[in-house]
């Protein structure tokens, strides 16, 4: 609460600051402001964002968009307000609820699957609300390939990335601390218990990727995850349906047939 009302203090609304070159006609500067009102834990996005003139000399602004984008508002800030470093958080994980209803930054037509990490499958931990990761399944060619009539059964073993841009959007049960996005202190919150490496990540996904993910889960020896690059990120989160899995109602079930046509194991064998 108290990090709320210091970052509420710190709203300056354009309208008071912009025009005939800021207060006391001094100079001015391009600063990021609020394109839109936006919700409190909402992550921010292109859209939410412009920037105007105001005067020079404020601190713990943004003069650049592409610094605020997915970072986290731990307040409710309001359409037209110069956005602060004390304002946001990079990690969702204890933003404070409060009296706001707790809900996920999904896109119309996606879910969120939750699924098993740990340091070896996830990257020694260093995965985070906002990453990037791809998805690598292990197994066996005919645990992975429906058997061809009178054709011998591969027992060789396979690897193959069969997801790309999986986007991370809740840790658990584990979270670091909140860290300021102007990169100060911690704020609030305590240590895990477990030193901080989480054992499971939530994923934004289609309904059909989240059948194919379980499947995968299901039936291969293992999966495993590599964490993109921050400049191989999309350039922003879906904001629409997928057309090729437009809704939950699109996804019919996968059975080893489905995953052949779509990922070829039989081809690696």
């Known amino acids: 609460m108290l990090l709320a009302l210091l970052a509420a203090g710190g709203v300056y609304l354009v309208g008071s600051l912009g025009g005939g070159g ?5 100079s001015t500067t391009d600063i990021v402001v609020a394109k839109q009102s936006i919700p409190f834990r909402h992550q ?3 859209d939410d964002l412009t920037t105007a003139k105001v ?3 404020l601190v713990n602004t943004y003069t650049k968009q592409g610094d605020v984008v997915g ?7 309001t359409k037209g307000s110069i956005i602060t470093s004390d304002m946001l958080a990079i990690d969702i ?3 404070s609820a409060g009296s706001a209803p707790a809900y996920l930054p999904l896109a119309s037509g996606y879910v969120a699957l939750t699924i098993p990490t740990g340091e070896q499958v996830g990257v020694a931990g260093h995965i985070t609300l906002g990453d990037y990761i791809t998805v690598i399944a292990s197994g066996s060619v005919s645990a992975l390939s429906p058997p061809k009539k ?8 396979v690897s193959k990335t069969v997801f790309i841009n999986v986007r991370i959007i809740g840790l658990g049960p584990a979270t670091a601390n909140v860290q300021p996005a102007g990169g100060a202190a911690s704020v609030g919150g305590t240590q895990p218990a ?3 490496l989480t054992s499971s990540l939530t994923i934004e996904v289609t309904q059909c990727d989240a059948e194919f993910f379980t499947w995968f889960l299901n039936n291969t020896q293992g999966m495993k995850y590599t964490l993109e690059s921050f400049a191989d990120y999309l350039k922003a989160p879906p904001s629409a349906p997928d057309p090729t899995c437009a ?4 996804a019919h079930g996968v059975s080893v047939k489905q995953i052949e046509a779509r990922y070829h194991f039989s081809l690696l064998g």
Do not use: H, P
């Not at 970072?71 to 800030?77: F, G, P, S, W």
């Not at 009178?150 to 073993?157: D, E, I, K």
């Not at 809704?247 to 699109?250: E, N, Q, T």
């Open 22 to 26: 800021g207060i006391g006609g001094g």
């Open 44 to 46: 921010i996005t292109v």
């Open 55 to 57: 005067s020079s000399g």
């Open 71 to 77: 970072k986290i508002a731990e307040i409710q800030i």
């Open 93 to 95: 994980g204890l933003v």
């Open 150 to 157: 009178g054709a011998t059964v591969s027992a060789g073993n």
């Open 194 to 196: 477990n030193g901080g």
């Open 247 to 250: 809704d939950v109602l699109a």
